[in-house]
T-cell receptor, first 111, second 114 residues
């Protein structure tokens, strides 16, 4: 199973760009990389997904280098409401349903 | 549109009792997942359905835990002889298909075993 490693926590200030990097050294050829955001007392919420290079949506950007052994979630100009836990997942083709969440990265945005 | 609905939102039960947790997925989503989340931890995989069948139940901790999805829509997670260690938030998610489709989560059922 492809596993991921993320920093446990990060601090930032309002208006800054935040980059959270996830390592997934044993990613499989057909695996996609997906990021989720979770607020207290809520289920995780899909943010962005990608396979290679760069993906951008209205919320975030996802950068994936050519070797795909890592990925970086970029949140532009964070606000206090971006304080949450962010999870990086890698789809595992050997067990397609067993998507493993790590402990995630707790992002704290300060005024 | 309607998201994933989980009921009840909170459940308090006594040790040794039986509980059922319900999940209503998004209409048309064929894949359904159950996760368990303890405080400060990421969601822990329990079981995954593709349609009516459990495609992967490797995350169920023991035989006290069982889940069904008889008509390929609503799912029920059943816990027998509850223990205090079963206390957690139980999350349900659904997706259009299993592979690489984003998961849509409900807000969970907070189970407390006293």
């Amino acid at each position: 199973l492809a596993k991921t490693t993320q920093p446990i926590s990060m601090d930032s200030y309002e208006g800054q760009e935040v980059n959270i990097t996830c390592s997934h050294n044993n990613i499989a050829t057909n695996d996609y990389i997906t990021w989720y955001q979770q607020f207290p007392s809520q289920g995780p919420r899909f943010i962005i997904q990608g396979y290679k290079t760069k993906v951008t949506n209205e919320v975030a950007s996802l950068f994936i280098p050519a070797d795909r052994k890592s990925s970086t979630l970029s949140l532009p100009r964070v606000s206090l409401s971006d304080t949450a836990v962010y999870y990086c997942l890698v789809g595992d083709k050997e067990s397609q349903g067993n998507l493993i969440f790590g402990k995630g990265t707790k992002l704290s945005v300060k005024p | 549109g309607a998201g994933v609905s989980q009921t009840p939102s909170n459940k308090v039960t006594e040790k040794g009792k039986y509980v059922e947790l319900r999940c209503d997925p998004i209409s048309g989503h064929t894949a359904l997942y159950w996760y368990r989340q303890s405080l400060g931890q990421g969601p822990e995989f329990l079981i995954y359905f593709q349609g009516t069948g459990a495609a992967d139940d490797s995350g169920l901790p023991n035989d006290r835990f069982f889940a069904v999805r008889p008509e390929g829509s609503v799912s029920t997670l059943k816990i027998q002889r509850t223990e205090r260690g079963d206390s957690a938030v139980y999350l349900c998610a659904s997706s259009r298909s299993s592979y690489n489709s984003p998961l849509h989560f409900g807000n969970g059922t907070r189970l407390t075993v006293t």
